[in-house]
């Protein structure tokens, strides 16, 4: 209902205001009434951007039009291509994974805009044909509010390179973005949170010896898109690495 209001009328309600709404809605559906006047006393006193920043994350969910999942894969170069070709044309909203050299099984956590629970199912499906065990985890909110931000952490990675790209926002540049390096290198880390922007930006770690800096940096450049090289910062030494 807070997204309803906002999008028809550019209004920001509290959760207790938008029930009133979510009542009077429920209600014309159980009595079958169109067409009429329904008043609902709604309020947005109670707002601010600590609980915004909740709603948003929380409402896509809520309206079945996100989905959160998670898919082993098996811990070798190519399977993080083989994953993105099997997710199709599903949008990809949030994606997390972290390389460990430890395991022979990889854990992606991601999320997907869903236009129909159909498509979501046919999307499993071709997972599981593929032997990629797939969860659906949008109904647990342990996930939801806690375990989606504490994906991955440190790994000792062989060659580890950390890069910031920034990623058109339209169809297609993931797979581009992996025709570049991938199988060629192995990606062990990638983590994006679509945010609705012109550009996303994304942090990825890639396997690149020492050896073939030279050839990796021509095809990033070739490859358009803005990057940094990060693998020097302080934070990524001391929380990933």
Same mark, same amino acid.
């Given at each position: 209902?807070?997204?309803?209001?906002?999008?028809?009328?550019?209004?920001?309600?509290?959760?207790?205001?938008?029930?009133?709404?979510?009542?009077?809605?429920?209600?014309?559906?159980?009595?079958?009434?169109?067409?009429? #006047?329904? %008043?609902?006393?709604?309020?947005?006193?109670?707002? #601010? $951007?600590? &609980?915004? &920043?909740? =709603?948003?994350?929380?409402?896509?969910?809520?309206?079945?039009?996100?989905? %959160?999942?998670?898919?082993?894969?098996?811990?070798?170069?190519?399977?993080?291509?083989?994953?993105?070709?099997? =997710?199709?044309?599903?949008?990809?909203?949030?994606?997390?994974?972290?390389?460990?050299?430890?395991?022979?099984?990889?854990?992606?956590?991601?999320? =997907?805009?869903?236009? !129909?629970?159909?498509?979501?199912?046919?999307?499993?499906? &071709?997972?599981?044909?593929?032997?990629?065990?797939?969860? #659906?985890?949008?109904?647990?909110?342990?996930?939801?509010?806690?375990?989606?931000?504490?994906?991955?952490? &440190?790994?000792?990675?062989?060659?580890?390179?950390?890069?910031?790209?920034? $990623?058109?926002?339209?169809?297609?540049?993931?797979?581009?973005?992996?025709?570049? $390096?991938?199988?060629?290198?192995?990606?062990?880390? $990638?983590?994006?949170?679509?945010?609705?922007?012109?550009?996303?930006?994304?942090?990825?770690?890639?396997?690149?010896?020492?050896?073939?800096?030279?050839?990796?940096?021509?095809?990033?450049?070739?490859?358009?898109?803005?990057?940094?090289?990060? !693998?020097?910062?302080?934070?990524?030494?001391?929380?990933?690495?």
């Amino acid at each position: 209902m807070l997204q309803n209001m906002f999008e028809e009328k550019r209004s920001i309600l509290e959760p207790a205001g938008a029930l009133a709404l979510a009542g009077a809605e429920a209600y014309c559906k159980y009595y079958g009434i169109k067409g009429g #006047n329904i %008043v609902a006393i709604t309020s947005g006193a109670n707002m #601010n $951007f600590d &609980r915004l &920043r909740l =709603v948003t994350e929380l409402a896509d969910v809520g309206r079945q039009r996100e989905a %959160v999942l998670a898919t082993l894969l098996p811990e070798e170069p190519g399977s993080f291509k083989q994953f993105c070709e099997m =997710v199709g044309h599903m949008n990809i909203t949030e994606f997390k994974y972290r390389y460990n050299p430890h395991k022979e099984k990889a854990l992606v956590l991601y999320s =997907v805009g869903l236009h !129909t629970v159909l498509e979501l199912s046919a999307m499993v499906e &071709r997972m599981e044909s593929s032997q990629l065990t797939t969860l #659906n985890l949008t109904n647990d909110d342990l996930v939801k509010d806690h375990l989606r931000h504490l994906m991955g952490g &440190r790994s000792h990675v062989e060659n580890e390179l950390l890069c910031r790209f920034v $990623f058109p926002e339209r169809p297609g540049t993931l797979m581009k973005f992996l025709d570049t $390096f991938s199988p060629r290198w192995n990606i062990s880390l $990638f983590h994006y949170r679509g945010q609705g922007e012109a550009g996303a930006n994304v942090l990825v770690g890639i396997q690149v010896p020492e050896t073939e800096m030279t050839e990796f940096k021509r095809r990033a450049d070739a490859l358009g898109y803005e990057y940094a090289v990060e !693998t020097s910062n302080k934070a990524y030494l001391l929380l990933m690495h």
